[in-house]
């Protein structure tokens, strides 16, 4: 039987610019550093629907156009295999958050990627920065 990812090749024209990963279980290790503090990794597990996987950028560039988004920049852009992800939202007012990521696919069942935040809210600012470390489990989710 075919993998999801030789039926999603039958389906849609391959491009090289096209990112494409396994539909199913992922789970994602989180290593983050809160102004300057090294936190506990953390093992989390998300399911990926057939939609999300034929276009991992559409869920980044779907955020741009949700209501209610208060941000004066939110941008997604790929370049080969690597995704790179900026937005910076609120005013130092109300509270703010600026965020660079960047994701690297290695493949359609492994990605890693980095990113860096900085959150001011009541004249108080966190810094924190972190890698991710994601695999494809199996087509299965967990419920």
């Known amino acids: 039987m075919p993998s999801s990812t030789a039926r999603a090749a039958k389906r849609r024209p391959s491009t090289a610019s096209a990112l494409e990963i396994e539909a199913g279980e992922w789970q994602t290790i989180d290593t983050t550093v809160v102004n300057g503090k090294a936190e506990k990794p953390e093992v989390s597990s998300d399911c990926v629907t057939e939609e999300e996987a034929r276009d991992p950028m559409k869920a980044l560039t779907e955020m741009q156009k949700q209501e209610g988004q208060e941000c004066r920049r939110m941008d997604a852009k790929q370049n080969g295999n690597t995704v ?25 069942r492994h990605y890693t990627g980095s990113y860096k935040s900085e959150m001011s809210l009541g004249g108080q600012t966190m810094t924190s920065s972190g890698t991710l470390d994601a695999h ?8």
């Open 84 to 108: 790179s992800f900026v937005m910076q939202c609120g005013d130092a007012a109300k509270g703010s958050v600026d965020m660079e990521m960047t994701f690297t696919f290695d493949g359609t």
């Open 136 to 143: 494809w489990v199996g087509a299965a989710c967990k419920e």
